[in-house]
């Protein structure tokens, strides 16, 4: 079983920065793509951004030029460097993982991210 460990959440002011980070208990090259969801109270989880194994990133058109996704393999972390946040980034922030094939995704166990205007 893998375990996806997010840390780096809290309450920002709207302008400010944050980094989250996504700590996997295996090689995360054994995934073929990671990536970043987000809840906010009443709304569906959606996709913030997502990278490749070998380093292809996708964003949500809301963050794009904002967030960055980024991966260190030697640590098996995946980052999520979000500037620029706005009251609506608030959510529960949570790292996904995509083994592809027959196993099934593995997810974190969310970390909050609050912004005040």
């Known amino acids: 079983q893998v375990q996806l460990v997010e840390s780096g959440g809290g309450l920002v002011q709207a302008g400010g920065s944050l980094r989250l980070s996504c700590a996997a208990s295996?090689?995360?090259?054994?995934?073929?793509?990671m990536g970043w969801y987000r809840q906010a109270p009443g709304k569906q989880r959606e996709l913030v951004a997502g990278i490749t194994k070998f380093g292809t990133t996708n964003y949500a058109g809301s963050v794009k030029g904002r967030f960055t996704i980024s991966r260190d393999n030697a640590k098996n972390t995946v980052y999520l460097q979000m500037n620029s946040l706005k009251p609506e980034d608030t959510a529960v922030y949570y790292c996904?993982?995509?083994?592809?094939?027959?196993?099934?995704?593995?997810w974190g166990q969310g970390t909050q991210v609050t912004v005040s205007s």
């Open positions: 996904n993982a995509n083994p592809g094939g027959w196993e099934h995704d593995y």
């Open positions: 295996r090689s995360i090259f054994s995934f073929n793509a």
